[in-house]
């Protein structure tokens, strides 16, 4: 059997988790509060969605409050319930009306877990949840910035869970040296990847061609891309300059993501593509509404965040989608990516570094390229896959509810 035979098999014969019953003795179900913000597009919201329709095939109910957003009707349609409150408020006498209004939504719906998954409507959920001795459920989605005292003391409710949920080793790490916690709460459920939409084998070849043909690139030159939103910690100064070690290679770079406002950055990146004599080279595209395309467009995926992610989801998205991933050797990223296996990893912030890596990933031959897809895949499938993180966080649940309830 070749390499590339055995890693196929490897990832079809990947198992489905099987999601644990949130089912009472009785056979009513168990019912799930998560709290955050708001229910807009970011990661953390569509892990809220994800877990509301993960509780729901598990035979429980699934509550999340928040402020509203573009994914409320999503939660519906799923069978969710929606209840609005202002948990995005960091302002001290709403949040102290939270608590009130949580406590009374437990009460009412026979809440049997709430779940907070940011800080802001943490302290609230804690306190309802100690009201009325249900289990309180945190997840860690970050290395919080600790500047100061009152800084750490903010952070610090995230580390209140019965059972605290980290999205990778690297945030577990992060927990357990700045905070005094058991290590027995904490469980490390990784970020999970949706593998039916992100998977070379879904996106037709028409789909390419039409992004490819909307982004205007130049024809048959290798792509280089770096998704995300235009913010500085996201590095897409560090690939420009590490572009300009590359003059050898024909290449082209995407940058792809929304400014969000910021204007002025997105100014300071035209000019230094301009400055850097990179005109027809590297080029600033806005979101982009078939990512999946965009991956499969893509002959090199880049993840140059200068500040350490919990878990980036382009590491894993550019390995689920067959991609050599270049990322900074820091954060999640080093857990989710195998150097010189599925990915190279560069020296943080270090274009020189980048544009190594980068050279080695352009590098490959067919077969090096085809054995390096195959195992990105199946690392992803293995490790990294939606369906892994419900079946885990549905798991842990399931243990609270079991176990005896809080004092």
Same mark, same amino acid.
């Given at each position: 059997? =070749?390499?590339?035979?055995?890693?196929?098999?490897?990832?079809?014969?990947?198992?489905?988790?099987?999601?644990?019953?949130?089912?009472k003795?009785?056979?009513?179900?168990?019912?799930?509060?998560?709290?955050v913000?708001?229910?807009?597009?970011?990661?953390? @919201?569509?892990?809220?969605?994800?877990?509301?329709?993960?509780?729901? @095939?598990?035979?429980?109910?699934?509550?999340?409050?928040?402020?509203?957003?573009?994914?409320?009707?999503?939660?519906?349609?799923?069978?969710?319930?929606?209840?609005?409150?202002?948990?995005?408020?960091?302002?001290?006498?709403?949040?102290?009306?939270?608590?009130?209004?949580? #406590?009374?939504?437990?009460?009412?719906?026979?809440?049997?877990? !709430?779940?907070? /998954?940011?800080?802001?409507?943490?302290?609230?959920?804690?306190?309802?949840? $100690?009201?009325?001795?249900?289990?309180?459920?945190?997840? %860690?989605?970050?290395?919080? +910035?600790?500047? +100061? $005292?009152?800084?750490?003391y903010?952070?610090?409710?995230?580390?209140?869970?019965?059972?605290?949920?980290?999205?990778s080793?690297f !945030?577990?790490?992060?927990?357990?040296?700045?905070?005094?916690?058991?290590?027995?709460?904490?469980?490390?459920?990784?970020?999970?990847m949706?593998?039916?939409?992100?998977?070379?084998?879904?996106?037709?070849?028409?789909?390419?061609?039409?992004?490819?043909?909307?982004?205007?690139?130049?024809?048959? !030159?290798?792509?280089?891309?770096?998704?995300?939103?235009?913010?500085?910690?996201?590095?897409?100064?560090?690939l420009?300059?590490?572009?300009?070690?590359? /003059?050898?290679?024909?290449?082209?770079?995407?940058?792809?993501?929304?400014?969000?406002?910021?204007?002025?950055?997105?100014?300071?990146?035209?000019?230094?593509? %301009?400055?850097?004599?990179?005109?027809? $080279?590297?080029?600033?595209?806005?979101?982009?509404?078939?990512?999946?395309?965009?991956?499969?467009?893509?002959?090199? %995926?880049?993840?140059?965040?200068?500040?350490?992610e919990?878990?980036?989801? &382009? &590491?894993?998205?550019?390995?689920?989608?067959?991609?050599?991933?270049?990322?900074?050797?820091?954060?999640?990223?080093k857990?989710?990516l195998?150097?010189?296996?599925?990915?190279?990893?560069? @020296?943080?912030?270090?274009?020189?570094?980048?544009?190594? #890596?980068?050279? /080695?990933?352009?590098g490959? +031959?067919?077969?090096e390229?085809?054995?390096?897809?195959?195992?990105?895949?199946? $690392?992803?499938?293995?490790l990294f896959?939606?369906?892994?993180?419900?079946?885990? =966080?549905?798991?842990?649940?399931? @243990?609270? %509810?079991?176990?005896?309830?809080?004092?």
């Amino acid at each position: 059997m =070749t390499d590339s035979t055995y890693l196929n098999t490897m990832i079809s014969e990947a198992a489905t988790p099987v999601l644990p019953s949130l089912v009472k003795a009785d056979g009513t179900p168990i019912t799930v509060l998560q709290v955050v913000p708001a229910m807009d597009s970011g990661g953390v @919201e569509r892990g809220t969605l994800d877990m509301a329709k993960a509780i729901i @095939e598990a035979g429980g109910k699934a509550i999340v409050a928040s402020k509203g957003g573009q994914l409320v009707a999503r939660l519906k349609i799923a069978g969710a319930e929606h209840v609005e409150l202002p948990a995005h408020s960091k302002n001290p006498w709403t949040m102290w009306r939270n608590t009130g209004r949580l #406590a009374k939504l437990i009460k009412e719906r026979g809440v049997d877990i !709430v779940h907070a /998954r940011s800080r802001a409507p943490a302290r609230p959920a804690h306190r309802a949840a $100690r009201k009325t001795g249900v289990p309180f459920v945190t997840t %860690v989605h970050a290395p919080y +910035n600790i500047h +100061n $005292r009152f800084k750490r003391y903010y952070n610090s409710i995230m580390t209140k869970g019965d059972i605290v949920i980290s999205i990778s080793e690297f !945030v577990s790490s992060y927990i357990k040296t700045n905070y005094q916690v058991d290590e027995g709460k904490i469980r490390i459920v990784h970020r999970g990847m949706d593998t039916d939409s992100f998977s070379p084998h879904t996106v037709s070849a028409v789909r390419v061609i039409k992004l490819s043909n909307s982004w205007r690139l130049p024809d048959g !030159v290798p792509l280089i891309m770096l998704p995300g939103r235009l913010t500085r910690w996201k590095g897409q100064t560090v690939l420009l300059e590490a572009l300009t070690h590359l /003059r050898d290679l024909d290449l082209c770079c995407a940058l792809v993501g929304s400014d969000q406002g910021r204007k002025g950055y997105r100014d300071e990146l035209e000019k230094m593509i %301009v400055d850097l004599d990179l005109v027809g $080279r590297a080029f600033i595209m806005d979101d982009c509404d078939d990512m999946p395309s965009a991956y499969m467009l893509s002959d090199v %995926v880049v993840s140059a965040s200068t500040d350490p992610e919990g878990f980036g989801r &382009v &590491v894993s998205e550019g390995q689920a989608m067959g991609r050599p991933v270049v990322a900074s050797d820091h954060g999640g990223a080093k857990e989710q990516l195998l150097p010189n296996e599925t990915g190279f990893l560069f @020296e943080n912030g270090d274009a020189e570094s980048c544009a190594r #890596a980068i050279r /080695r990933a352009l590098g490959l +031959n067919a077969r090096e390229r085809e054995i390096l897809s195959l195992k990105g895949q199946e $690392r992803v499938q293995q490790l990294f896959t939606k369906k892994l993180m419900c079946a885990k =966080t549905v798991g842990v649940y399931h @243990e609270l %509810v079991n176990a005896k309830k809080p004092n």
